[in-house]
């Protein structure tokens, strides 16, 4: 940041870890005069820095522009915005909350939500929908992480199996550090289409190698999923059904949008790329209304043709009973892997593996909306003191009995809080 030149975009990210202190990520996320980054350069001055970037690369120096904001910008934040355009001689013609521009059709019996991840937020914007168009409802709620942390978590998880099984440390050392994250992306995008992929990183003419499994990596941001999920179940209010839209970055946090394709009672719509821009086209009769300079927060409808979503069936909300461990003898087992009990004349205890043997009862199987009990022996496994002898959901605070068993299972929800 001292020097002449300030990278951006790409050029930045490549040095992310190798230099860190030189890095600044926060910029768009606090849009303001100070700064966090050896106070040489305020955010707005790396902003301006990387408009300018982007401008240029986009190869369109001499046209006008309508800018596309993250609804939970204010009034300094797009003042600040404007005078950056100002400065880089941008002519700019109005501004569109990205919100509302997010759904191009009505979508009649439900709350429509857009989701906007952002590099170091997540922006939940609820909006409202007449018969003339749709607008924002209220001010959204901004969850303080963003695409980093999800990526961070991740990195950690995948890390963290490089140290047990490899003893080797991957984020130990900033030139280390930098090669893990530069195959990262690479790595995820494999898992993406396959269950098991084979990790591989080099150090001093040293190869340390695992085997990363797909459902181990959906687990690592699970608490923030979840932690989404109850923010959407509030917006249901009295509509039966919840249409989610995603914006393009969504696209960034691997296992996120297969986790919200599964949420009862929703549909989910995933944005590409160009959506956001198009729709501004189509609207920019609204947008550039007038001399002056407008944020648009109500766009019109462009057709009157409605958009055809099928909902989930089930209701969002019964997520909030569903289980996180099960509690045998003051000891809670993870459900976030499969289980499977048995039990023997010389235990007290059901015994409990992660694979299925000859003479395992029963298994325990979780998915995003669903905890399921699976009978393997007729007759010998009771919930709630109730035999039962085929596949059955459970909740927290469920018993599970095994015949023959002096100890009982209890389902329980622990609940996760970072620091």
């Avoid at 695992?210 to 181990?216: D, G, K, M, T, V």
């Amino acid at each position: 940041i001292e020097a002449d030149v300030v990278e951006v975009g790409e050029a930045a990210k490549h040095q992310a870890h190798l230099r860190p202190r030189e890095i600044s990520t926060h910029f768009w996320a606090a849009l303001t005069a100070s700064s966090t980054t050896k106070h040489i350069l305020s955010h707005a001055e790396i902003a301006l820095k990387h408009l300018e970037h982007v401008w240029k690369s986009a190869q369109c120096a001499d046209a006008s522009a309508i800018l596309i904001t993250p609804a939970h910008l204010d009034k300094n934040d797009l003042g600040l915005l404007l005078g950056i355009c100002k400065k880089l001689n941008i002519t700019v013609l109005g501004i569109a909350c990205n919100a509302v521009l997010s759904l191009q059709q009505r979508i009649e019996n439900c709350t429509a939500v857009y989701l906007d991840l952002l590099q170091n937020k997540f922006v939940l914007s609820e909006l409202n929908q007449n018969e003339v168009g749709v607008s924002l409802k209220k001010t959204s709620r901004v969850l303080d992480y963003g695409l980093k942390t999800f990526t961070h978590n991740c990195a950690k998880s995948i890390a963290n199996q490089f140290v047990s099984e490899t003893r080797f440390d991957p984020l130990h050392t900033a030139t280390n550090e930098q090669q893990f994250y530069d195959k990262l992306p690479l790595w995820l995008e494999l898992l993406q289409q396959q269950e098991v992929i084979e990790c591989e990183l080099s150090i001093d003419n040293k190869y340390y190698t695992i085997n990363l499994e797909r459902r181990q990596l959906i687990t690592a941001n699970q608490h923030l999923f979840n932690e989404i999920v109850n923010y959407l179940n509030v917006l249901f209010h009295d509509q039966p059904a919840l249409a989610i839209i995603c914006s393009d970055s969504c696209k960034g946090v691997f296992g996120f949008f297969e986790f919200l394709e599964t949420l009862p009672g929703c549909a989910t719509i995933n944005l590409n790329s160009n959506s956001l821009t198009k729709m501004a086209l189509r609207s920019a009769n609204i947008i550039t209304t007038g001399d002056e300079i407008h944020f648009t927060k109500n766009i019109s409808w462009q057709s009157q043709s409605k958009a055809k979503i099928k909902f989930n069936n089930g209701k969002l909300s019964n997520l909030a009973n569903q289980p996180t461990h099960l509690l045998v003898n003051g000891h809670a087992h993870s459900l976030h892997q499969a289980l499977y009990l048995s039990v023997d004349e010389f235990h007290a205890e059901p015994i409990i593996t992660l694979k299925r043997k000859s003479e395992s009862v029963c298994g325990l199987s979780t998915s995003s909306t669903d905890t399921k009990v699976e009978i393997y022996i007729k007759e010998v496994i009771k919930i709630n003191q109730v035999g039962i002898d085929h596949p059955s959901s459970v909740k927290i605070n469920d018993i599970l009995e095994i015949k023959n068993c002096r100890l009982t299972c209890q389902f329980i929800k622990v609940v996760q809080h970072e620091t």
